[in-house]
């Protein structure tokens, strides 16, 4: 197999991540547009313009809806299948190597490890698989579109914004990195009380007490990672609603200095709400991709080692 998960990616489903990477660009560079036609109606309606013209703005918004909406579910039902050949192929691949050993030159440690493949790592693999490369794209896509157009509504706005943005550019990635390491761990003594429960027969109190330290070893690995995830959420959620706060003290600002009209500002706060999601997404995705590599490593040498055995 190959070295590394993204490498396993390419081979497996390359001609299929082109069309879905079409597919993301598609639905990311639509998201702007209803951010734009929200701050023109909300103007026109200011302005007292007509409301015919009121109705065709809003024909447009949901016609555009609809095209974002239904691109989104090709996209996702589209890797949702490519992820689940990826694990449909990956399943036939270790049964068949299993299938192949003898029982004879079969340890209790490699059964162990096919157990674990078979019921949990191959499933998160070919997850993955399916939005490794449409998923970035599309949060990345969607974050600097809407960055762009709120520094295009007013700079004052955006820079007030973006200096309550930057703390999560420093403690998101060390909690992040927390919770990495600490889940790599998991995974490795999931797969170890595995290999023991398949090894023993119960009866070995050596056994039965290394194995119930590594229990406890797994409970207080979910709680230190449950803490930092539930702290980072905390602390993400604060400095979004203190950007929606400096947007409303600036952009309110502008507004009575008569340098900004009031749909800028309502499309600005709708925009914080549109990066909200994308970067806690990103934030997820690399989570992801960390958590699948050691997933990918483990059943990478384990199928190496069972193609090899005579």
Known sequence: MPANIFHYVVATSGWHQLVLVALTVAVFMLEVVPLELQRRIINDLVKQREYWFIIVLGGVYLGTVLVQGGAKLVLNVYRSWVGERATRDLRRRVHMLVSSTSAASSTPEA???????????????????????????????????VLAYMIHLDLRMAAAAFALFVPQLVFVPLMQGAMNRR??????????????????????????RADDERIQQVFELNMGIFRFKFSM???????????????????????YAQRLEIGGVVAFISGIGRITDPWGDLVNYFRDVNITQVKYALVRDAINRQAATP
């Open 111 to 145: 059964e162990g490890v096919q157990a674990s493949m078979i019921v949990a790592e191959v499933e998160g693999i070919g997850g993955f698989v399916g939005g490794s490369v449409s998923e970035p794209l599309l949060q990345g896509g969607i974050l600097c579109s």
């Open 183 to 208: 889940t790599r761990r998991r995974v490795q003594i999931i797969r170890e009380l595995s290999i023991s429960v398949v090894e023993g027969t119960g009866g070995d109190g050596t056994r039965d």
């Open 233 to 255: 959420n905390f602390l993400m959620n604060l400095s979004t609603q203190l950007q929606i706060i400096s947007a409303l003290l600036v952009g309110g600002w502008a507004v």
